[in-house]
């Protein structure tokens, strides 16, 4: 099993869920989080809490710094049916990712003692797979 370090991370998304995937340029960072929902059945008489597991969810951010040569983020933010999204933790290993349609939402952020960074949250727009 190999190790990787996260500098060689990629994210792909399309504007909407129907066009090609395209690397998102000048991203740094992103995180995937995938809970999947408990629901509490205790019953009189258990020696414990007791649960069972109902659907799963995806969610999750990415960050990096704002290009004049792409509008990625914030026309994702702006699809009426959402994009696709592709998130490797690095490209040293291409066959590894997790995917799937999401929401996205897109913040910016600058300042006079700052670089202009971009951000986005995104959550799942249906079901979410890894490769």
């Known amino acids: 099993m190999a190790r990787y370090h996260g500098k060689k991370g990629v994210i792909y998304m399309s504007p909407s869920s129907t066009s090609v995937a395209v690397a998102v340029i000048a991203v740094n960072s992103w995180s995937l989080n995938m809970p999947t ?20 969810d995806a969610s999750g951010q990415m960050a990096g710094w704002w290009d004049d040569t792409s509008d990625a983020l914030y026309d994702a933010a702006r699809s009426a049916d959402g994009v696709n999204l592709y998130l490797y933790p690095s490209g040293d290993a291409p066959t590894k990712y ?11 952020d600058t300042g006079h003692d700052k670089g202009v960074a971009v951000s986005a949250a995104f959550v799942a727009n249906g079901a979410w797979g890894q490769l």
Do not use: C, H, M
């Open 37 to 56: 929902d408990k629901v509490e059945v205790t019953a009189f008489g258990d020696s414990n809490k007791r649960y069972v597991q109902g659907l799963p």
């Open 98 to 108: 997790w995917y799937g349609p999401a929401w996205v939402d897109f913040s910016i």
